[in-house]
């Protein structure tokens, strides 16, 4: 079973950077597109950011040209560089490998997030 172990939250003032890493247990990012998802407090789970095995990048809309994900093959481990961080990105951030064929549909059991605490 693949873990997943998310890292690099912690408390940021707005107009900050953070950068978050995940790493696997297993050499999966060269074969699955891969997303960062994030979860505030009374919402549900969403998609911020997905990069595909070609590489490939989207973005939803409310973090497009401040975030920017990008992975490393070699190192088993994927990143998520926040930028111009505000208030409302303020989550639980987790990363997954997307199923084939998915959007955004993951492929394994979540691991335990990294907070993500921005102040106004």
């Known amino acids: 079973q693949v873990q997943l172990v998310e890292s690099g939250g912690g408390l940021a003032q707005a107009g900050g950077s953070l950068r978050l890493s995940c790493a696997a247990s297993?050499?999966?990012?060269?074969?699955?597109?891969m997303g960062w998802y994030r979860q505030a407090p009374g919402n549900q789970r969403e998609l911020v950011a997905r990069?595909?095995?070609?590489?490939?990048?989207n973005y939803a809309d409310s973090v497009k040209g401040r975030f920017t994900i990008s992975r490393d093959n070699a190192k088993n481990t994927m990143y998520l560089q926040m930028n111009s961080l505000k208030p409302e990105d303020t989550a639980v951030y987790y990363c997954?490998?997307?199923?084939?064929?998915?959007?955004?549909?993951?492929?394994?059991?979540w691991g335990q997030g990294t907070q993500v605490t921005v102040s106004s």
């Open positions: 997954n490998a997307i199923r084939p064929g998915s959007w955004e549909t993951v492929r394994y059991g």
């Open positions: 297993g050499s999966i990012f060269n074969i699955n597109s």
């Open positions: 990069i595909s095995s070609g590489g490939s990048t």
